[in-house]
């Protein structure tokens, strides 16, 4: 305070005790207070004394915070100084004071103080840490101070280095300090200071500026060294003045492990971090230390690391490192802080199991776009696999930056693929990634199937954008191997080798493209789709990962698939088996659910596939996914070459339900199958049956295909698979049977199988060239043992003329009605029916009709036929005159037994109002020769002329007449006359034997 200079208070009190004279008096202050504006101070009790060397001030305990206030109120300091200790609002209690003068004219010449202070702080006040909890010893003159400090709970406040303040249960050491115009320095601090956590011992100066501008910049030294401390202790030394992202790095890079040795060293001023004039060094020696370099990637475990950073670098190095599964042998970390970016690399090298690498690999999240690969695979094998990954990126940016870089080196390992059912040996080579490029490969080789297999990965690979990966497998692949891996049951109809090539391409979407010629592979199926093993027929298969259709197959000049079938019962595929020479443009659509076929095929011979096992439907006659049939045309349908003409067919099948159309210029038909629906609620839980039918809606004999002998397949077919399995027990109906322009009929049957008879066409009915056929009409194919086929006939006949005429034979006879009945039996299939190899017996009644004239063209049974009729053997006995053209009659039956190309005729009688003819005969159907007798009975009154020719002229007509009339009843017997028929069939010769003879109408000889 200068002369004139004034302090203002509101209140002083004390009380004042002197003794002696005022040069060297001693003064007592007691009960003193001084108070302004709201701050007062309990003055302690202050003795002042003079001495050899000047004033001497002793007090007792005060409180700083109070002294503080009244003094910056007072005015007794400048005003800049008053704001600063106003800011650094110090508090605390000082227990004693001496404060010593040499002058009290110039009291800051010479002077020195001494006090002891406890709990004192001072808040931070711009780049001057904050202290609070000193306990200390101090001592101080115009050319410096020290203290020594003995403090528990000490806080440190570094707001421009630390988030939050440094927090010691204790502190002991000293500090010295100087002064200087504009200046105070703190020096040679040298501390032993204890954490919750940690101990450390730290050296400390700083130099504090204090005038404007600056004669001395701000810097702090500051060096502290830590035994046996957690990780988090960090927090104390790591400053925030950082890079905002390389600080929270190294907050959470390391949330568990000891510090077994640390040193801190902080030089320079609190300017930005990395400023030339300021150096932050940390060195610390870690254990048992988890690092988590990057959030969401697996964790490392290190035994052992070292920690080291400076201004703008971060390393760290370990061994015996444990990433996920595998055990890394050596791993560095660098961080380096640059103007514009914060470059952070990591750098592993490991040599483990093929197991370990790739439960480690799976859990990188860079390479979670092939995590369904990844994790569909197992990995084996006896050899390390030596890998090398670098993890880099910009920490201000670690989505845009990210880098990951991944060397395997694979040695003899063993790959395999649950999803595949697949594995593959002695895998050896380089696989690389990089974020950047993707994968590739050097060197890459395995076997597979017993067969080398040669892969190379690379980005020139590619064939869509951002690829991840783009890999070639070239291999030979037999289908024996194929058949083997996916454990088909059934026998396929290819066998061979040849060569394949597979692309896969990861990017936003997974693409699989499988390529091969097929040369070296035969496949045993029908044209277009059979091939030599020495033929080319190109085919490629390509997967991709879409949504509308996973499958693409094209099959050179065969057929185009699209596919999705995730289960075979979940099947959406479209199959067109149209023939191209290229890849049809995909419709980008799904394909409905279920096998829709379609398309053109040019050339399709039945035949050919009767021997194609498996294509069948399940054992209760339902497919395993619906099959839907859409303009599926066949230019030409044939059977074992011969033509049946151009094929439309639509289907749709759903489960057991079948509904098909198929269309022939000579025939069309729908076949139905489905489940019979319950007639009582009872049988509703009961199985329903399956209901098949079979229904032509007209058949043209003028367009149906000749199959001649050598086209026709003598063998009966297989009840329990392929079309055998498919007839069986199926009824078939022939709606309208034409040919050309005329109408046939119809006919109805059940095509069916019994183990102890064979194959049988039962339930025969319909009206068929004019024939009622009885439903007690059927046909049994016994087809083990000794084969043969049975016929068991019956029907109802109508006008004979007009059945002959419906199958183009001139009619020999017309009738009004009749039936035939009968049961033949002849070796061989229904196919193989030959009269001569006929045995059994035929009954045949036919009312009302006449023979007409004889056909001399007949042939086989017509020929047999046309010798019942009268007319042609009348017309040989020279007796036509007798009667008008034909032979008209009642009633006409007989039997016909065959026996292996003989038959016999043991009675075949015809009445008429003309009289009554019986005629009987041995056949050889080989020779055509017979051996008969006819035997005609004329009423004599109404044949006179017959008689008299028989009987040697007019003479005797009269008598005759006479002796009818006398003799009525008996005449019918009297006028028969006997003819003997023998010769060939087409020639039989028919001579008069003997008349008046009845032997043979009474006695059936």
């Given at each position: ?148 400090v003995v403090a528990d709970d000490f806080r440190l406040q570094l707001p421009n280095v630390y988030e939050a303040p440094i927090e010691l249960e204790s502190v002991t050491g000293q500090l010295a300090g100087r002064w200087q115009r504009g200046a105070l320095f703190l020096e040679r601090g040298l501390f032993s200071a204890s954490a919750s956590d940690h101990d450390a011992l730290v050296q400390f100066e700083i130099d504090i500026p204090l005038s404007k501008p600056a004669l001395t910049p701000l810097e702090m030294r500051l060096t502290a060294a830590v035994d046996r401390a957690p990780v988090s202790a960090r927090n104390a030394y790591i400053p925030s003045r950082l890079p905002r992202s390389a600080y929270r790095w190294l907050q959470s890079a390391l949330p568990s492990g000891t510090v077994d040795r640390a040193t801190f060293l902080w030089h320079g001023g609190f ?404 489940r019979a629906a319950p007639i009582t609620e009872s049988d509703a839980g009961l199985g329903a049956a399956l209901v098949r039918n079979l229904d032509l809606r007209f058949i043209d004999l003028d367009g149906l295909p000749t199959l001649d002998e050598e086209l026709t397949d003598p063998l009966p077919p297989d009840p329990e698979q392929g079309i055998g399995r498919w007839i069986r027990g199926l009824p078939v109906a022939v709606h309208a049977i034409r040919r050309g322009d005329t109408d046939l009929g119809d006919i109805a049957l059940v095509i069916d199988y019994a183990d102890n008879q064979g194959w049988q066409f039962r339930d025969i009915s319909g009206d068929f060239l004019g024939i009622q056929w009885r439903p007690s009409t059927h046909i049994v194919w016994l087809d083990h043992g000794t084969e043969s086929t049975t016929l068991a006939l019956s029907a109802e ?209």
């Amino acid at each position: 305070m200068r002369t004139g200079e004034s302090i203002d208070l509101d209140q002083v009190e004390f009380q004042v005790e002197a003794m002696g004279p005022l040069e060297s008096a001693d003064v007592w202050f007691s009960g003193g207070l001084l108070s302004i504006r709201g701050e007062a101070l309990q003055l302690p009790r202050m003795h002042i004394s003079r001495s050899d060397t000047g004033w001497r001030l002793l007090t007792t305990e005060w409180d700083a915070a109070a002294a503080a206030g009244v003094i910056t109120e007072s005015g007794l300091l400048p005003l800049k100084v008053s704001n600063v200790l106003s800011s650094v609002a110090p508090t605390g209690t000082v227990e004693s004071l001496m404060f010593a003068v040499a002058s009290l004219q110039d009291p800051l010449a010479s002077w020195e103080s001494a006090a002891v202070v406890s709990n004192a702080t001072m808040q931070p006040f711009r780049k001057v840490p904050g202290l609070a909890g000193i306990d200390a010893s101090i001592t101080a003159n115009e050319d410096g101070a020290s203290a020594w400090v003995v403090a528990d709970d000490f806080r440190l406040q570094l707001p421009n280095v630390y988030e939050a303040p440094i927090e010691l249960e204790s502190v002991t050491g000293q500090l010295a300090g100087r002064w200087q115009r504009g200046a105070l320095f703190l020096e040679r601090g040298l501390f032993s200071a204890s954490a919750s956590d940690h101990d450390a011992l730290v050296q400390f100066e700083i130099d504090i500026p204090l005038s404007k501008p600056a004669l001395t910049p701000l810097e702090m030294r500051l060096t502290a060294a830590v035994d046996r401390a957690p990780v988090s202790a960090r927090n104390a030394y790591i400053p925030s003045r950082l890079p905002r992202s390389a600080y929270r790095w190294l907050q959470s890079a390391l949330p568990s492990g000891t510090v077994d040795r640390a040193t801190f060293l902080w030089h320079g001023g609190f300017r930005p971090f990395g400023h030339p004039s300021q150096t932050v060094q940390l060195a610390a020696s870690l254990s048992e230390v988890e690092l988590e370099y990057q959030t969401g990637w697996p964790p490392g475990q290190l035994d052992a690391a070292l920690f080291v950073m400076s201004d703008r670098h971060l390393a760290a190095v370990a061994s015996n490192v444990q990433v996920a599964d595998s055990a890394v042998e050596a791993l560095n970390v660098q961080m380096h802080i640059g103007r514009d970016e914060i470059e952070f690399e990591l750098n592993g090298q490991s040599e483990d199991s093929p197991v370990s690498l790739l439960n480690t690999l799976k859990q990188l999240p860079a390479l979670a776009v092939a995590d369904p690969v990844m994790r569909d695979l197992t990995v084996g094998g006896d050899q390390p696999i030596a890998t090398r990954m670098t993890l880099a990126f910009d920490l201000r940016d670690i989505t845009d930056t990210l880098d990951v870089a991944v060397d395997v080196d694979l040695s003899g390992a063993r790959l395999e693929s649950e999803l595949l059912d697949l594995a593959a040996t002695e895998v050896s080579g380089m696989v690389r990634y990089r974020t950047r490029t993707g994968f590739d490969s050097d060197g890459l080789s395995a076997v597979v199937f017993g067969r080398p297999v040669a892969v190379t990965i690379g980005p020139q690979l590619a064939t869509a954008p951002s690829t991840i990966l783009a890999a070639e497998i070239n291999t030979e692949v037999s289908v024996a191997d194929l058949v083997s891996w996916r454990n088909i049951p059934a026998t396929i109809p290819a066998e061979g080798t040849a060569a394949a090539s597979v692309s896969v391409n990861v990017a936003k979407d997974i693409s699989v493209n499988i390529r091969s010629d097929m040369q070296g592979v035969a496949v045993d199926l029908p044209l277009p789709w059979g091939k030599a093993s020495a033929t080319q027929a190109p085919l490629q298969v390509v997967w991709q990962n879409r949504d509308w259709a996973a499958w693409e197959v094209f099959w050179f000049g065969r057929l185009t698939v699209v596919a999705d079938v995730p289960i075979l019962g979940a099947m959406s595929a479209l199959v067109d088996f149209t023939p191209r020479t290229r890849p049809p443009k995909p419709a980008a659509v799904a394909p409905a659910p279920g096998l829709t076929v379609t398309g053109f095929i040019p050339s399709l011979d039945l035949a050919e596939w009767r021997s194609i096992q498996g294509l069948g439907a399940g054992h209760d006659g339902s497919m395993p996914f619906d099959i839907y049939s859409e303009n599926l045309n066949v230019g030409r349908l044939l059977w074992r070459g011969e033509e049946l003409g151009k094929l439309n067919l639509s289907l749709q099948s759903a489960g057991d339900s079948v509904a098909a159309q198929f269309d022939l210029p000579w025939l069309t038909g729908v076949y139905s199958q489905a489940r019979a629906a319950p007639i009582t609620e009872s049988d509703a839980g009961l199985g329903a049956a399956l209901v098949r039918n079979l229904d032509l809606r007209f058949i043209d004999l003028d367009g149906l295909p000749t199959l001649d002998e050598e086209l026709t397949d003598p063998l009966p077919p297989d009840p329990e698979q392929g079309i055998g399995r498919w007839i069986r027990g199926l009824p078939v109906a022939v709606h309208a049977i034409r040919r050309g322009d005329t109408d046939l009929g119809d006919i109805a049957l059940v095509i069916d199988y019994a183990d102890n008879q064979g194959w049988q066409f039962r339930d025969i009915s319909g009206d068929f060239l004019g024939i009622q056929w009885r439903p007690s009409t059927h046909i049994v194919w016994l087809d083990h043992g000794t084969e043969s086929t049975t016929l068991a006939l019956s029907a109802e006949l109508n006008d004979i003329a007009t059945s002959l005429e419906l199958i183009g034979v001139a009619p020999i006879l017309k009738t009004r009605s009749g039936s035939v009945d009968a049961r033949w039996q002849w070796p061989g299939s229904p196919a193989d029916f030959d009269l001569y190899a006929v045995s059994g017996d035929l009954h045949l009644e036919m009312l009302t009709g006449s023979f007409l004239t004889a056909n001399a063209e007949a042939t086989g049974a017509m020929r047999l036929l046309s010798l019942l009729n009268l007319s042609g053997l009348f017309r040989r006995a020279n007796m036509n005159q007798l009667f008008n053209p034909g032979v008209t009659f009642d009633r006409a039956e007989g039997n016909f037994e065959l026996d292996a190309g003989t038959m016999r005729i043991p009675e075949f009688s015809i009445e008429g109002s003309g009289g009554y003819f019986n005629f009987t005969s041995d056949i050889d159907l080989v020779t055509e020769t017979l051996d008969g007798e006819l035997v005609v009975t004329l009423p004599l009154v109404e044949n006179i002329p017959w008689f008299a020719a028989l009987a040697g002229g007019l003479p005797v007509a009269a008598g005759t007449y006479l002796f009818s009339k006398v003799f009525e009843d008996q005449v019918n017997q009297l006028s028969s006359g006997v003819y003997s028929v023998g010769g060939s069939l087409s020639e039989p010769e028919v001579v008069f034997e003997r008349v008046f003879d009845a032997s043979l109408r009474s006695n059936g000889n």
